[in-house]
Nanobody
Framework: QVQLVESGGGLVQPGGSLRLSCAAS????????MGWYRQAPGKQRELVAR???????SYADAVKARFTISGDIAKNTVYLQMNSLKPEDTAVYYC?????????????WGQGTQVTVSS
């Protein structure tokens, strides 16, 4: 079994910054990629950013130039630096990972961390 634990959410004013962290643990043979998704009330969960095992990254258009994903896939950790936050960034942010475990690639989710952008 694989566990993802997020931290770093909270309340921040518009224009402020937050840094989210996610650490994966468990029976991980190989990590293929990690990423962040978010879900706002009444909306579908959406991709925010993703980093692959060789370091390539991708971002949702809404967060490009404001958010930066980083981490050490080999150490099963990923971070999301969020700058110039806007009220529309308010959501529960979930860590996600593609892991090779027990002979197959499986997808795992963290429990989520709340990010609220409000004055």
């Amino acid at each position: 079994q694989v566990q993802l634990v997020e931290s770093g959410g909270g309340l921040v004013q518009p224009g402020g910054s937050l840094r989210l962290s996610c650490a994966a643990s468990g029976s991980i043979f190989r990590m293929f990629g990690m990423g962040w998704y978010r879900q706002a009330p009444g909306k579908q969960r959406e991709l925010v950013a993703r980093i692959r095992s060789r370091g390539s990254t991708s971002y949702a258009d809404a967060v490009k130039a404001r958010f930066t994903i980083s981490g050490d896939i080999a150490k099963n950790t990923v971070y999301l630096q969020m700058n110039s936050l806007k009220p529309e960034d308010t959501a529960v942010y979930y860590c996600n990972a593609d892991v090779f475990v027990s002979g197959s690639i499986r997808n795992y989710w963290g429990q989520g961390t709340q990010v609220t952008v409000s004055s």
